[in-house]
């Protein structure tokens, strides 16, 4: 940056301030009124074109900026001054973070008048931070690029710098992407869910290696999509889904309130679920449905029967729905029992959304599990280079990351603007059930 006033960085900045501040006010960083790049130290970065040249002028004046803050608390060098409260103590090797990596820089020093000990120069510790190496290594390796790879996706600062530049090693850029995903890790699974108003959850498991992990997804009342924790076990069973579960309410999700919970149809899901949760309406995702059905029908039915069912489900009622796949069940019987078995299996909790009269746009993101199938199918994509999972541990930092990296990419639902309609709904369903339930124990009382 040039200005009317030119200071030669190598001989320290003045500027307009009173350096006989104490001590703690070499923590804020201070901003020369002007500097001189020195033209003759970039030529061989001009030719390297523009980004080169920005890298170049951008250490000139950074190192403007740390003789600037040397000097707001020691003063003009040369000047002697009784009351000052640091004295300079000379220069040494240090580092900054550029551009994914670390270059080295000459790190003026000062210490304390008193003798206490050394003082932060403000500049430095700023632009010598290592949070933002770890974001970037974790940005791009879920973006695909391997740690072995991690340099060829680096912005390019010119051929000095290159050279100087350390930090971008195979092992180093792994280090700092395990830190980074254990931070992701803890932040999601510390996160506090109190302050979230969910209408609707979705359960589901995917795996990575021998891995499985289940996860879990929140829809609000206002239609956006919150990544809410996970579970690692060796399968997808009432174990595991019951301990997320719990995770959830014990950092404090509302399980009391009537919720839609979508589910693949698994029989340990549905356990949890109701062992967890007070009031569930469960609805089974008509997708997973269809394709148990067709797994088990030779390849000739298959069109026929799934047309049959999806007519089916968007019938005007549920009545009229589960009348018709009980006909069809009933023509799968006797040459198809197992795809009959798997048609009637949790019928009535496959019609929720029918039972519930949820609108059409609405009803399409609550007749499958799509919205956290897409969650999954993110942190999928991104972790797809791993070859070999060590542990359960890398499982569960992989799909933390991956979830947290959906989360920028969420939409509201569709058919969003309906939700507070289905919220009625649901505490209208919870409240039939209950009136049912009380009567059904009179009745048994009565007798």
């Known amino acids: 940056m040039l200005g009317d006033r030119q200071v030669d960085p190598r001989q320290g900045t003045a500027v307009k301030k009173d350096y006989q501040n104490n001590a703690a006010s070499a923590t804020t960083s201070v901003l020369p009124e002007a500097v001189t790049v020195a033209m003759a130290e970039l030529a061989g970065d001009v030719q390297e074109g523009l980004l080169a040249m920005a890298v170049g002028a951008g250490l000139q004046v950074m190192a ?35 551009g994914g990596r670390r270059v080295p820089v000459q790190r003026p020093r000062m210490r304390a008048s008193d003798g206490s000990g050394e003082l932060p120069v403000a500049s430095y510790e700023l632009f010598s931070r290592t949070e933002m190496l770890g974001r970037m290594a974790m940005e791009r390796m879920l973006a695909g690029l391997s740690a072995r790879r991690y340099p060829a996706g680096l912005e390019p600062v010119g051929e000095k710098a290159e050279r100087a530049s350390r930090s971008t090693s195979k092992s180093a850029v ?54 809410l924790g996970l579970a690692e076990g060796p399968a997808e069973n009432t174990t595991v889904v019951t301990d997320l579960l719990t995770g959830l309410r014990d950092r404090g999700l509302d399980t009391s309130r009537a919720i839609f919970v979508g589910i693949d149809g698994g029989k340990a899901l549905h356990a949890a679920v109701v062992k967890v949760l007070e009031h569930p309406v469960i609805g089974r995702c008509q997708l997973h449905k269809l394709r148990n059905v067709a797994d088990k029908l030779p390849d000739r039915l298959i069109s026929t029967v799934t047309r049959r069912m999806r007519a089916a489900c968007h019938a005007d009622s549920a009545i009229v729905a589960e009348a018709q796949l009980e006909a069809l069940a009933r023509e799968l019987e006797r040459t198809h029992p197992g795809a009959a078995g798997s048609l009637r299996e949790g019928l009535s909790e496959t019609l929720t959304v029918l039972r519930l009269e949820v609108p059409p746009t609405l009803a399409r993101t609550l007749r499958s599990t799509s919205s956290i199938e897409s969650m999954i199918s993110i942190a999928r994509t991104h972790s ?52 049912s339930a009380v009567r059904h124990d009179d009745n048994v009382i009565a007798a």
């Open 384 to 435: 797809h280079n791993v070859k070999n999972w060590q542990n359960g541990t890398m499982a569960l930092r992989w799909c933390a990351a991956g979830m947290i990296e959906a989360r920028r990419q969420f939409r509201r639902v569709n058919g969003h603007l309906h939700l507070p309609a289905l919220r009625v709904a649901l505490d209208a369903c919870v409240a039939a059930e209950t009136v």
């Open 64 to 98: 403007a900026m740390m003789n600037a803050d040397v000097e707001a608390v020691c003063g003009p060098k040369g000047r002697h001054d009784p009351a000052r409260t640091a004295v300079r103590h000379g220069a040494e090797d240090g580092s900054v973070t550029l």
């Open 174 to 227: 792994s280090r700092r992407f395990v830190a980074a995903t254990e931070t992701a890790l803890a932040e999601l699974l510390a996160a506090d869910l109190s302050g979230l108003d969910l209408v609707a959850l979705m359960i589901d498991g995917v795996h990575f290696g021998d891995h499985l992990c289940v996860v879990a997804l929140g829809i609000g009342i206002d239609g956006t999509k919150h990544p």
